[in-house]
């Protein structure tokens, strides 16, 4: 099992810049599959980002890819997320999430392990 803990949410401005950790706490953070999360007021969560095990594989949400940039530091147990050129609608609850093994499915309901979450606003 695996706790996970966000930080480094805030508010800024359009085109800024944000860096979100994820900190993991338990055994074997590195067999884990990692993705950031978001999720808006009155919608569904959607994915972001994921990166696989080892940090070879990555994997962006469309409107994101360009840019964001996901990473993990295996022997720290904390998963980043760099964003970039922030857009208003970049405004949501960001979650980690953590699921055993391989990141080939990273759809919310494959995510057995959550963060509390760290709000992001971006002002127009």
């Known amino acids: 099992q695996v706790q996970l803990m966000e930080s480094g949410g805030g508010s800024v401005q359009t085109g800024g810049s944000l860096r979100l950790s994820c900190v993991a706490s338990?055994?074997?953070?590195?067999?884990?599959?990692m993705a950031w999360f978001r999720r808006v007021p009155g919608k569904e969560r959607e994915r972001v980002a994921a990166i696989s095990t080892g940090g070879g594989t990555k994997f962006y949400f469309d409107a994101v890819k360009d840019r964001f940039a996901i990473s993990r530091d295996n022997a720290k147990k904390t998963l980043y997320l760099e964003m970039n050129i922030l857009k208003p609608e970049d405004t949501a609850v960001y979650y980690c999430?953590?699921?055993?093994?391989?990141?080939?499915?990273?759809?919310?309901?494959?995510?057995?392990?959550w963060g509390r979450g760290t709000q992001v606003t971006v002002s127009s």
């Open positions: 338990g055994d074997r953070f590195g067999a884990y599959c």
């Open positions: 999430g953590a699921k055993w093994g391989l990141c080939e499915r990273w759809a919310e309901a494959d995510f057995p392990y």
